[in-house]
């Protein structure tokens, strides 16, 4: 069974687009966006608001973004035995530089971003919109690809982790889950992802 990860939260042990914006960005804007999540505007309109606040030179976002995101336990061993596939509502941009940073290899689906001193501008993947959220979220990325575990921890995790054969959440996702009842295993590291999966090839 493949093996998605979300990357924001959940590989990286904080929310790196809410650092971003934390610190390069408007974080009034950023809380006023959160609240519309769902509401009037859909989650890549609101990432496009939030990023349209950053003006600072992309190496001097990614350097920060290099020196201080700090990502879960255990991902590398989890890397070399299940081979995961990232899928981010962020940008290849700033999760490829810190994977290289941790010397990894993984594939990665994600959006890109065009920095400019105007404001950051999103890119968002061509998708359709999904039957179920009504946007075009992960559940639509991973549409016919087979059965697959998630890892997830926020928001763009919801709509997907419910067409997960196995789900491992924390977090929001985790407290959205749980208001509706859905099981899923909770984690707070790749340790403890690892120690669930078992060993590779071994699950019926
Ligand atoms: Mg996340
Ligand atoms: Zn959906």
């Known amino acids: 069974m493949r093996l998605v990860l979300d990357w924001d939260g959940t590989v990286t042990e904080r929310d790196t687009l ?10 009034d804007v950023f809380h006023a966006m959160e609240e519309q999540v769902g509401r009037a505007l859909s989650l890549n309109e609101v990432i496009a608001v939030e990023m349209e606040t950053i003006t600072a030179p992309f190496d001097e976002v990614l350097g920060w973004l290099l020196e201080v995101v700090t990502v879960r336990r255990g991902l590398a061993e989890l890397v070399a035995e299940h081979d995961p596939l990232i899928v981010s509502a962020g940008f290849c941009e700033l999760i490829e530089p810190i994977l290289e940073r941790e010397r990894l290899s993984v594939p990665v689906v994600a ?12 890119v968002f993947l061509e998708r359709a919109a999904c039957a179920v959220c009504g946007e075009p979220c992960k559940r639509e990325a991973l549409a016919g690809n087979g059965p697959f575990a998630y890892v997830g921890d926020g928001v763009s995790d919801r709509c997907v982790s419910l067409a997960a054969d196995r789900v491992f959440a924390r977090d929001g996702l ?22 669930a999966l078992g060993e590779p090839g071994s699950e019926a």
């Open 18 to 27: 809410h650092m971003t914006i934390e610190r390069f960005g408007d974080l």
């Open 174 to 195: 985790a407290r959205w889950l749980d208001e509706r009842g859905v099981a899923y295993e909770p984690f707070e590291d790749f340790v403890d992802v690892r120690a």
């Open 111 to 122: 959006n890109r971003i065009e920095p400019s001193p105007d404001g950051w501008r999103a």
